[in-house]
T-cell receptor
């Protein structure tokens, strides 16, 4: 089944403890992207990648890092999480970027 | 700041009626536009995308784009209770198909 897989689905962590949210797609898509979704603010793009080793900032990149060492994987790294990064995170991938994205199931992160 | 605006709703329509969802965007140079559906607690699913002025139809869904008015709409014909969800509008940046701005969504309720 074609899908974007994120792990974990739920995560509670403490301020300052580094964490990684993994994202993997099995559709051989070139383009991948990370979003956060907050009530009243909608989806906001954090980072995106157009291919292996090619990444760029979205609208809200502060406090996040990404890497794209393999085509299928696009992990999101929070080096020092803070409570304002408590949110619902989605990874997404696309064959072209311009034809829309397939989203993963989401990761609900709580930073206390 | 680039913005995509949507009425948060809820928009209530009876089963079998036409639901009309609207979206305006601030970046006059945006080239591509997307409609996603998001059920409560689930991830967004792509319904359709549109690049050119005019209408684009896909089954019961019609997307309409008016670049002069910076306006995008989604019509759902023969609305069903299963269409009850939040509908997200997104626009790409002028020269970058991979950088997107989402509206905060319109909640649609289709009453049996």
């Amino acid at each position: 089944e074609a899908q974007v897989t994120q792990n974990p689905r739920y995560l509670i962590t403490v301020t300052g403890k580094k964490l990684t949210v993994t994202c993997s797609q099995n559709m051989n898509h070139e383009y991948m992207s990370w979003y956060r979704q907050d009530p009243g603010l909608g989806l906001r793009q954090i980072y995106y990648s157009m291919n292996v080793e090619v990444t760029d900032k979205g609208d809200v990149p502060e406090g996040y890092k990404v890497s794209r060492k393999e085509k299928r994987n696009f992990p999101l790294i929070l080096e020092s999480p803070s409570p304002n990064q408590t949110s619902l995170y989605f990874c997404a991938s696309s064959v072209t970027g311009g034809n829309g994205y397939t989203f993963g199931s989401g990761t609900r992160l709580t930073v206390v | 700041q680039k913005e995509v605006e949507q009425n948060s709703g809820p928009l209530s329509v009876p089963e079998g009626a036409i639901a009309s969802l609207n979206c305006t965007y601030s970046d006059r140079g945006s080239q591509s536009f997307f409609w996603y559906r998001q059920y409560s607690g689930k991830s967004p699913e792509l319904i359709m995308f549109i690049y050119s002025n005019g209408d684009k139809e896909d089954g019961r869904f019609t997307a309409q784009l008016n670049k002069a008015s910076q306006y995008v709409s989604l019509l759902i014909r023969d609305s069903q209770p299963s269409d009850s969800a939040t509908y997200l509008c997104a626009a790409s940046e002028r020269d970058n198909f991979n950088k997107f701005y989402f509206g905060s969504g319109t909640k649609l309720n289709v009453k049996p």
